[in-house]
């Protein structure tokens, strides 16, 4: 070997790493940490940049993932120091990495988010999966399939695959979480929606494909028993009538379900995935607020019902057939929707229902005159027929 010559190194077997921490330098608190991380089946090789593992086992790893009062991640500047550390040690080709299985037991994430006008805090636990064929060559179809408890009574799962190098340019995501308490999440519906949670469950299934930075998905979220406190104001909150949204929404077995489309470009420098998320949530509610009628025709089958109005013929208060069949209709909505009342307001056109009402007094009265001309009329030769 020259002096000026890099050593070939070559190494197979297995490597363990135990008990390692990092902290974060400013605050001096763990951030990282795990009880064991253990590699297999390795084959590294200096000159030819390659690395390959069989399997990487993970096992009680302790991650602390904070956004502080401006946003910024705590992680970030760990991240950001190794990525240029190894840029710099790199020399020529790029590091070739392949590793066929990832496997993670029991780990936990602590999560906060310090941004919020309430701080938001979550945990993670007995994250349990697998994550298979991880590759930093191009054209990769990286397979994860992960699971967890979330903040003890909560239950999370994901699943899907995507582009490891690339992941803007093709991902499938299917996720669930189950049995999360609403009170969890305020801090959020406090920025976007101003509105306080006071209890409930809530449910969330979606899936998401993302093609050539753009994002098209679909929620399916359902919550059990809500229960609201005071409005809370937010500048960046969508002002909306929840507590009437949530009357048409909840059925008689305390269930809201909702069906959440978003569409978005990643490449738009305003994108943010919980704006996107809120945004699309505030428009569904918006639309149910202003045809709240329509939506409950729709519950029902009967899309072209009307029923934000009952009408009568002019002058005249018998319901008509088509009428009564739409108070039918309203009665088994409210019978669906017990959260909900109903308020009747009356109303009449001033000029149409006048002039009725004056015809129709005007035909009584003649009527009756026609009635006396007639008995007048009688023995006599002649008789007045009187036409109206």
């Known amino acids: 070997m020259q002096p000026d010559e890099e050593p070939h190194i070559v190494f197979t077997g297995k490597s363990t790493l135990n008990n390692i921490n ?9 951030i990282l940490s795990w009880k064991n991380i253990t590699g297999s089946g390795i084959y590294f090789s200096s000159v030819d940049r390659v690395l390959r593992i069989s399997k990487v086992d993970i096992d009680e790893l302790n991650s602390q993932i904070v956004f502080d009062q401006k946003s910024q991640l705590n992680l970030q500047t760990v991240l950001i120091q190794g990525v240029d550390q190894a840029n710099e040690q790199q020399n020529g080709k790029p590091l070739s990495i392949h590793i066929d299985a990832i496997a993670l037991s029991d780990n936990q994430v602590q999560f906060s988010d310090l941004s919020l ?3 938001f805090y979550s945990s993670i636990d007995h994250v349990n999966g697998q994550i298979i064929n991880y590759s930093t060559e191009p054209n990769t179809v990286l397979k994860v399939e992960v699971e967890s408890n979330v903040n003890k009574s909560g239950y999370f799962k994901i699943s899907g695959q995507l582009n490891p190098t690339k992941p ?25 929606i101003g ?13 998401y494909k993302l093609r050539d930075n753009l994002i098209e998905g679909s929620n399916g979220i359902r919550f059990d028993r809500v229960s609201l406190v005071e409005p809370i104001e937010s500048p960046e909150a969508v002002q909306l009538p929840l507590s009437l949204a949530l009357a048409l929404l909840e059925d008689n077995q305390g269930q809201t379900l909702i069906d959440l489309p978003v569409r978005g470009d990643i ?23 202003t045809a709240s009628f329509n939506f409950l025709g729709k519950l029902l089958g009967a899309d072209d019902a009307q029923l934000e109005f009952i009408g009568f013929a002019l002058a005249d208060s018998r319901l008509l057939q088509q009428e009564q069949e739409k108070l039918l209709i309203i009665a088994k909505a409210l019978k669906k929707r017990p959260s909900l009342s109903l308020g ?17 007094e005007l035909a009584t009265l003649l009527a009756g005159n026609k009635q006396k001309i007639i008995k007048k009329s009688r023995g006599t030769s002649r008789q007045l ?4």
């Open 267 to 289: 490449n738009n420098l305003d994108f943010s995935y919980a704006h996107l998320v809120w945004k699309a949530f505030g428009g569904v509610i918006a639309g149910i607020i």
């Open 385 to 388: 027929l009187i036409k109206y």
């Open 168 to 192: 803007t340019l093709s991902t499938d995501i299917h996720a669930t979480f189950r049995d999360i308490s609403t009170a969890n999440i305020t801090p959020y519906t406090i920025k976007f």
């Open 344 to 360: 009747i307001y009356p109303v009449y056109n001033t000029v149409c229902d006048t002039h009725a009402l004056r015809e129709k």
């Open 195 to 207: 509105q306080k949670i006071k209890s409930g469950k809530l449910n969330v299934t979606f899936d």
């Open 117 to 119: 006008i309430e701080p």
């Open 22 to 30: 990092f902290l974060d330098n400013q605050n001096k608190k763990n």
